[in-house]
């Protein structure tokens, strides 16, 4: 029997529908605006993508979106001047800086000089630090995402075998946090590990968030897991467009697996409505 398909358009739209009752009701209680400023600076294609994405769907949940878009070689310190506005600004209860970055600026000091209570990529040390030491905090937005698709096959995630394959502060490190939030049991694998493959057929629960198109293959899961697919990789397909893949062999896994989520359709959409669930939470916080 071929794996079911976890599906993550329906969920996100699900996501999405919550966190727009929840504005309403925020609008009409208390008379707050959740509002989410994302800041993009210069003009990497995909990352284009993703702004107008987090803006329309911003709007369309009924919060307040502050695009800025800044050119490629603006100086950091005009970069951090725009972040010090937007940490004094009380519309603004979420601060998103797009990465990755034009060369010249520097990540981590533009992360870390966004207020922790508006950041709503949970990147900042703060919340990464938090997130750790099992505090409530800011999570990163894929990871949550992640969290919730697999939730939706397993009401609870306590005592199953999960490996995270990836070590990213974006994606892999934050997961694991959140996957031993939930009692799993949290194997972390990376580029240096030895015997992927059997040590992934041990998995109950496999995230592979490695960016390389299709590497998780047939033989690499164990019957019946849960597969959640968190890479997209663009490859040439046919009359010169190009196609999504995971980091899953799809077809392979949907031979063997239990559940897997699809590229696209799974974890991509999950980012978007984690980031209002994020926003609406910030802006909670902050209001009391
Ligand atoms: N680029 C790709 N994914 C993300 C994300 O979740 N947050 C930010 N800030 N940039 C990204």
Request: glycine share 8%.
């Amino acid at each position: 029997m071929p794996a079911s398909v976890i599906d993550g358009k329906v969920i996100a739209a699900k996501l999405r529908e919550d966190v727009a009752a929840e504005v309403a009701r925020l609008k009409r209680d208390h008379d707050l605006a959740p509002g989410l400023a994302v800041v993009l600076i210069g003009s990497d294609p995909a990352s284009e993508v993703y702004v107008g994405s987090k803006t329309k769907q911003t709007l369309a949940a009924g919060m307040n979106s502050f695009e800025h878009k800044l050119a490629a070689d603006t100086p950091q310190a005009e970069v951090l001047a725009l972040i010090d506005r937007l940490n004094r600004d009380s519309a603004v209860h979420g601060i998103l800086v797009q990465l990755p970055l034009p060369k010249g600026l520097d990540a981590n000091t533009i992360v870390n000089a966004i207020d922790p209570a508006k950041d709503v990529d949970g990147l900042h040390p703060v919340n990464a630090g938090r997130l750790a030491s099992g505090l409530p905090a800011l999570t990163p937005c894929t990871p949550l995402g992640c969290i919730i698709l697999a939730k939706t096959v397993h009401a609870s995630l306590e005592g199953m075998n999960a490996i995270v394959l990836g070590r990213s502060n974006l994606v892999g490190r934050p997961l694991v946090q959140l996957l031993l939030n939930e009692n799993a049991t949290v194997t972390i694998a990376h580029s240096r590990t030895r015997d992927l493959p059997a040590l992934c057929r041990e998995a109950d629960l496999v995230f592979a968030a490695v960016g390389r198109p299709e590497m998780v293959k047939r033989d690499w899961i164990k019957p019946g897991a849960t597969v959640i697919d968190v890479g997209i990789n663009r490859l040439p397909g046919e009359g010169g467009k190009s196609r999504l893949v995971g980091d899953v062999a799809y077809n392979e896994a949907m031979e063997v697996a239990g559940a897997v989520t699809p590229v696209p359709g799974g974890v991509g959409q999950m980012t978007v409505a984690c980031l209002l669930v994020n926003t609406v939470r910030a802006a909670c916080a902050i209001h009391k």
